[in-house]
């Protein structure tokens, strides 16, 4: 008995005029396109259930385990901080230690990329370290200040003061407020699991990004390096790169330090990477000595620089960094106001860009490195609030830095708790050496920042490759590399996105379908071909490798025009005259619907003819596209087949539209007019989606058509995949085969049995055939170990291409030739 919400929503549809009948499946006295005319009531077999609206609620919308499983997530600490052990804390020890002594000189030299004090990026990197631990999904990424963002952060400083006002609002109080409405967002993301959205980010773009930045970077710390002045370093790289050729005489002592400290940097990487290939079981050791070569560099230059300006403080021979406040003199609650947001507003995509971008692409390399996997999402959430709290001690943006995760990493890091020693390092630089930091020279922090970005150049060998994997993407990288070169960073990272994604919509919008042919192949091993029939018991018995005695002949399709890389001397061609195979290579949706259909009617119309070419009675009956001969001649004879059937292979496509479908339907009308008074048979294979079923069965696909044609009573047959429940290498399943191949091929070469025209007795003939099938008969599918492997409500669709093939060609004689 129906229930009552069941009565409920029959009875609105009959209201409002809804047919919920309308396809007519099981066969009822209306007969329309595209439905099944047999009754699966006596057949004892599997009939598959099409999913559900409120199936589908129930797959994604959450329950409680899920509420709890989320809000667990969110604190991902909690799933190992009870086994911290000892040996974990002495990994994270030396990797914390070493992390810091890295840390405190590049984030007081990025501090001035973005415009600000040194004391700021001390702040951003305590903050960024012990904050991050408590979200982190990745032991070895380190927050704090980085160069890319850090240039940014600058641009952002300067653009919203000049329109708020030199003076008016400080610079601190900008990158501040920048840092909680860019953190705001990402945190937003994070917590609606919106991770996935880095991925439309290629490689080739954050290639190019780094690269473009890390030239930008490099080319404008050259004359803070060299001591010359008179020009702005902030213009498009190629203008600073050109002042600095025309203002090369400037330079001044501070030179001296700053080209001695890139080439020290330079020179003990190498010493120790080469002691490191020569002497390998000290390797270790050379790799400390390598990661602290910036504070052994900056220690000897603070001494030099203290003994060339201890008599002058007031007024240094040599440029040094200055007075760096003790403790936290910039802890305050920040001072946001909409003037400032408004200021700021159209440079906070590329904000976000970036630091989305640098953190979960190193995230991701990384983990994949170091064999674990992180949550991009929960990555979000844990770079988003760290910059939302910073600021209350002074911090500006931050995000994941590429040198220092690299060196965490080669450290040994064990858990995400490193961070925390590494705030501990900075904590103490904050109280204990600000004294020290006036002597800094500017012109040696030029140099670390030029040396850390170089890193972050692709190298050639690496666009080499990238030529060989996707040469029409290398174009995009040298575009962003470009435009940042010559314009800003930020018009780079918009011109490499918005070229990423536009490549992509030209891949989906223009995707070609092939058109397949069958091929028989054997499988060689050796010298000899592997064939089931030529083994004997023995040899299968006592065979070893699973390949050996299976059967090795078997049919493959392949593209017709052999654009798939397939030896061309292999002669393919249409399975059958009028039957044609079509694989869709890309996902089958509104934006390529248009362009597949385009090419597969384009080849119907091409390889096959009308079926009744005296459909048009007169001249004026034909279409304007089809005029036919002219006066007084008569239509040549056309060799060509009849369409009979069309096979679509779905292994590519997953989820479907209404358009797609409209689109498909569109053409089956066009397609059967033209298979006039015959209709075209639609078989699909692969079809791996329940939803894309059920919207294929709601457009009249996947069930049989009847003909009525007094001249023509054939009977439609079907033909169903069937498997094995249990037993496949049993010798009952082997006999089995052996029977059923033996019953496929006697009912092969048997014309199809022809008694009844009405829809009626194709109905009452197919049940026949169903009860009588030693395939699907329930005593014997019960006996004997075998079900189908598809719903039987579904004729017409096929688990492959190869049941899809045989089921056209067993009907295909039913068709006019």
């Known amino acids: 008995m129906a229930s009552t919400s069941t009565k409920i929503g029959h009875g609105l549809a009959k209201v409002l005029g809804i047919d919920l009948n309308y396809r007519n499946e099981t066969g009822s006295d209306r007969v329309t396109r595209g439905e099944s005319l047999f009754s699966i009531d006596s057949a004892d077999t599997y009939v598959e259930h099409e999913p559900t609206t409120l199936e589908w609620l129930r797959e994604y919308a959450p329950n409680g385990r899920d509420i709890a499983r989320y809000f667990s997530s969110l604190f991902p600490f909690l799933q190992w901080i009870t086994r911290y052990n000892v040996q974990w804390l002495t ?79 400080s610079r601190d109080v900008i990158a501040s407020s920048l840092a909680i409405v860019a953190g705001s967002i990402v945190v937003f993301m994070g917590l609606t699991r919106l991770g996935f959205i880095v991925d439309v980010i290629s490689l080739a773009a954050i290639s190019a990004f780094m690269t473009g930045s890390a030239l930008s970077i490099a080319v404008g710390q050259i004359p803070t390096m060299m001591g010359i002045t008179g020009f702005s370093t902030r213009d498009p790289t190629y203008r600073v790169f050109i002042n600095i050729l025309k203002h090369l005489g400037r330079s001044n002592l501070n030179a001296a330090f700053g080209l001695t400290a890139l080439f020290l940097l330079y020179f003990i990487r190498y010493i120790c990477s080469f002691c490191a290939r020569r002497f390998p079981k000290k390797s270790k050791l050379f790799f400390f000595l390598s990661t602290l070569r910036t504070a052994f560099v900056l220690l000897l230059y603070i001494l030099i620089s203290y003994l060339v300006n201890r008599n002058h403080r007031s007024k240094p021979k040599v440029s040094v960094l200055g007075v760096v406040p003790r403790g936290f003199k910039h802890a305050r609650v920040p001072h946001i106001t909409t003037d400032i947001i408004s200021a700021f507003a159209s440079e906070l995509p590329s904000t976000v860009i970036v630091l989305l971008i640098e953190h979960i692409s190193i995230a991701k390399s990384f983990g994949r490195v170091n064999n674990y996997i992180i949550n991009p ?34 450290a040994g890091v064990r858990t995400p708790f490193a961070g925390v020693i590494t705030g501990i390092i900075v904590l103490l630089a904050i109280y204990a050496l600000p004294a020290m930091f006036f002597y800094i020279p500017n012109a040696s922090l030029a140099a670390v920042i030029i040396h850390a970005v170089g890193d972050l150049i692709t190298p050639p060998n690496v666009v080499y490759q990238f030529w060989r994997v996707s040469p029409i993407e290398v174009p995009i990288f040298f575009a962003g590399v470009l435009v940042t070169v010559f314009s800003t960073i930020e018009n780079g990272i918009y011109t490499t996105v918005v070229c990423s994604f536009v490549l992509y919509l030209f891949r989906l919008f223009k995707a070609d379908g092939k058109f397949l042919g069958k091929a028989k192949i054997h499988s060689v091993v050796g010298d000899h071909l592997l064939d089931r029939s030529n083994n004997s018991k023995e040899e299968v018995a006592t065979r070893k490798s699973p390949t050996e005695g299976e059967k090795s002949v078997r049919n493959i399709f392949l593209p017709i025009d052999h654009n798939d890389g397939t030896n061309p001397s292999i002669e393919l061609e249409d399975p059958y005259p009028g039957i044609f195979i079509y694989r869709f290579s890309e996902a089958f949706n509104y934006p390529n619907a248009n362009h597949y259909l385009d090419q597969l009617t384009e080849t119907v119309f091409r390889k096959t003819r009308r079926t009744n070419p005296a459909a048009y009675g007169r001249p004026g009956d034909r279409p304007w596209n089809d ?21 679509l292979d779905f292994s590519a496509v997953n989820n479907i539209d209404i358009t797609s479908i409209q689109n ?97 007795s194709d109905a009452g003939s197919f049940n026949k055939n169903l009860e009588t099938s030693k395939a699907y008969e329930g005593a014997s599918v019960k006996a004997r170990g075998i079900a189908v492997v598809q719903g039987l409500n579904r004729p017409l669709f096929h688990i492959d291409i190869t049941s899809a093939l045989e089921s056209a060609l067993a009907n295909s004689s039913r068709k006019s030739h």
């Open 664 to 760: 498909l339907i569109d053409v089956r009308n066009q397609l059967d007019k033209y298979a006039a008074p015959d209709t075209v048979d639609w078989h699909f294979a692969h079809v791996s989606n329940r939803w894309t079923k059920r919207a294929l069965a709601a457009s009249g696909f996947g069930y049989y058509t009847p003909e009525h044609d007094a001249n023509n009573p054939t009977r439609w047959k079907p033909i169903f995949s069937v498997a094995e429940l249990a037993g496949a290498n049993s010798s009952a399943a082997e006999a089995q085969a052996r029977a059923q191949r033996k019953d496929l091929s006697q009912a092969r070469s048997n014309d199809i049995e022809a008694h009844h025209s009405s829809s009626s």
């Open 377 to 410: 999402s929960q990555e979000l959430v844990a770079i988003g609030v760290t910059n939302c709290i910073g600021p209350f001690l002074g911090a500006y943006p931050a995000t994941g830095s590429f040198s220092r995760t690299a060196i965490k990493s080669k």
């Open 627 to 647: 005029p036919g001969p002219r006066s007084g001649q008569k239509e040549e004879h056309d060799n060509r087949p009849t369409l009979k059937a069309i096979i």
């Open 91 to 169: 990994g994270d020890l030396v990797a914390g230690i070493t992390v810091g002594c890295v840390v405190i000189p590049q984030s007081m030299a990025y501090a001035k990329l973005a415009n600000l004090s040194p004391e700021f990026g001390l702040y951003s990197s305590f903050m960024g370290v012990l904050i991050y631990w408590f979200f982190a999904t990745s032991k070895d990424i380190t927050i704090g200040p980085v160069a890319v963002l850090s240039t940014v952060t600058g641009n952002v400083v300067l653009s919203a003061e000049a329109k708020l006002g030199k003076g008016v609002v």
